[in-house]
């Protein structure tokens, strides 16, 4: 079993920052990436950023610039710093892991996805 917990969503005013935080925990033989996904209601889950196992960063168009992605390898944990917030970026924010499961032998098996349970984020004056 593998744990996601989130943490640092809020409402905060247009311009402001807020930093989340999602660390993963249970039976991880490595991870792949690390990312974030929002959903604003009544629209589908989007990208935002995600981090490859070599450090490599990928960000939505819409926040590039803006929001950072980092990542704790010693805590499985990634983080997600956000400036410059706009009412846009109002969404819950889900992290999502995908890694290689360890299995009771302490092997690497097999490679699957899991998602937090999501923080919300409101960007309002």
């Known amino acids: 079993q593998v744990q996601l917990v989130e943490s640092g969503g809020g409402l905060v005013q247009p311009g402001g920052s807020l930093r989340l935080s999602c660390a993963a925990s249970g039976s991880i033989f490595s991870i792949n990436a690390m990312g974030w996904y929002r959903q604003a209601p009544g629209k589908q889950r989007e990208s935002v950023a995600i981090?490859?196992?070599?450090?490599?960063?990928a960000y939505s168009d819409s926040v590039k610039g803006r929001f950072t992605i980092s990542r704790d390898h010693d805590k499985n944990t990634v983080y997600l710093q956000m400036n410059s917030l706009k009412p846009e970026d109002t969404a819950a924010y889900y992290c999502?892991?995908?890694?290689?499961?360890?299995?009771?032998?302490?092997?690497?098996?097999?490679?699957?996805?899991?998602w937090g349970q999501g923080t919300q984020v409101t960007v309002s004056s």
């Open positions: 999502y892991l995908n890694f290689v499961y360890r299995n009771l032998f302490g092997k690497a098996s097999f490679s699957t996805s899991d």
């Open positions: 981090m490859a196992s070599d450090g490599t960063t």
